[in-house]
């Protein structure tokens, strides 16, 4: 079983940035492609990004593209979603999730969820 926990949510005023922190507890992390996903209040869950556990290769959907950086930092099992120039828009519960590819990015496809971690994207 691989557990994720996630951290660094908060409010803050458009315009501003956060990290998010996904710490995950198995040694055989490294198998697992993880990324992220959110769900904002009466909207289906949506993938944001990932990043592979081969060569690092990353996904991100288009409404982050340029604005969010996933990376990862297999010494500490913990993947890291750097979030900058912040919108309303932004605003969701996030998710931490793995597979075994980044493929096919839909929750349908994953095996282990965090618990999620509150953004809040206002002034």
């Known amino acids: 079983q691989l557990q994720l926990v996630e951290s660094g949510g908060g409010l803050v005023q458009p315009g501003g940035s956060l990290r998010l922190s996904c710490a995950a507890s198995?040694?055989?992390?490294?198998?697992?492609?993880i990324g992220w996903f959110r769900q904002a209040p009466g909207k289906e869950r949506e993938g944001v990004s990932c990043?592979?556990?081969?060569?690092?290769?990353?996904y991100y959907t288009d409404s982050v593209k340029g604005r969010f950086t996933i990376s990862r930092d297999n010494a500490k099992n913990t993947v890291y979603l750097q979030m900058n120039s912040l919108k309303p828009e932004d605003t969701a519960v996030y998710y931490c999730?793995?597979?075994?590819?980044?493929?096919?990015?839909?929750?349908?496809?994953?095996?282990?969820w965090g618990q999620g971690t509150q953004v809040t994207v206002s002034s």
């Open positions: 990043i592979s556990s081969s060569d690092s290769s990353t």
């Open positions: 198995r040694f055989t992390w490294s198998y697992y492609a």
């Open positions: 999730a793995a597979r075994r590819r980044c493929s096919s990015w839909s929750p349908t496809f994953i095996d282990y």
